[in-house]
């Protein structure tokens, strides 16, 4: 059996208030509100497993926000002499201790955590010196890879980013043209690797295939306005064209020429024309 983590484990009997599942451990509980109508005896159930407010293992059927061995961006529901405990989508709270925080947090806050099984209280806590828990490997990828991003921290400079789940990134905030959330994943883009090994990041292709890329956008968003017409030009304020396309001004303008180029559409300073 695997603590914080899911298990298949047979139904060995039943009582007033669940059903006892086995496992090399022990017996364990599900209680009654967590089983599947028309469970038996004999059956096995896919359960979550963790550790009560007694710790005892228990069992539900509820899915947690992360499960050991993952990182996740959690909320803080209580702060107590003991630390943090953060809402990971189960009944008892995720223990944040003290040592494991990199600062105080307050409840309503959200911090970026790695989920661990202490090896000295056999307990399931987390940690919010995530980076201690990423891989000391160099990064598998190239320059211009794609690649899944965990928004995991803002700074001065810009966000931390999660880089496939192993690996540190960094997105400067002159790079970022849409709202990015404490916990968001988005597709991205490496843009450098640098000789410590973190990594340059950005939310949008690279050279001419982030333009060729956008320049599809551009070319749908056209399609679907009324009579092939975008009030949206050389001369249009980059909020507006963040607003309307999700893309940033000089993305909009490399776009907007790849497109002339291939005789698709009409400029004007205010206003973009499809072609018939």
Known sequence: MV???????EVVREVDFGLY????????????????????????????????????LIATNLEP?????????LTVRDVTPTGAFLDWGLEKDLLLP????????????????????????DRIVASAKWEWFLSPDPFPGKVGDAAELF?????????????????????????????????????GYIRAIRPDGKLDLS???????????????????????????LPLG???LADDVY?????????????LGALYKQGLVELAPEHTQLRG
């Open 151 to 187: 928004v995991a921290e803002e700074t001065d400079l810009g966000y931390k980013m999660l880089v496939d789940g192993t690996h540190q990134g960094l997105i400067f905030h002159n790079e970022v043209f849409k709202p990015l959330r404490l916990g968001d994943v988005h597709t």
């Open 203 to 229: 939310l949008q292709q690279l050279g001419y295939d982030e333009a060729r890329a956008q320049a599809d956008t551009l070319l749908e968003a056209l399609r679907a306005a009324p009579e092939g017409r």
């Open 98 to 121: 003290y040592r494991n925080q990199r600062r105080n947090l307050r409840p309503g806050e959200r911090a970026t955590v790695f989920v661990y099984l202490d090896d000295t209280s």
């Open 234 to 236: 050389d001369k249009s």
């Open 21 to 56: 599942l086995t496992s090399d451990d022990g017996d364990l509980l599900l209680p009654r509100k967590y089983v599947e109508p028309g469970t038996q005896i004999g059956d096995v159930v896919r359960v979550f497993v963790y550790r009560d407010s007694e710790d005892r």
């Open 243 to 255: 607003r309307r396309l999700g893309m940033s001004k000089k993305i909009f303008k490399k776009a």
């Open 65 to 73: 926000f992360a499960r050991v061995g993952q990182f996740a961006a």
């Open 3 to 9: 603590l914080g983590d899911f298990n298949d484990l």
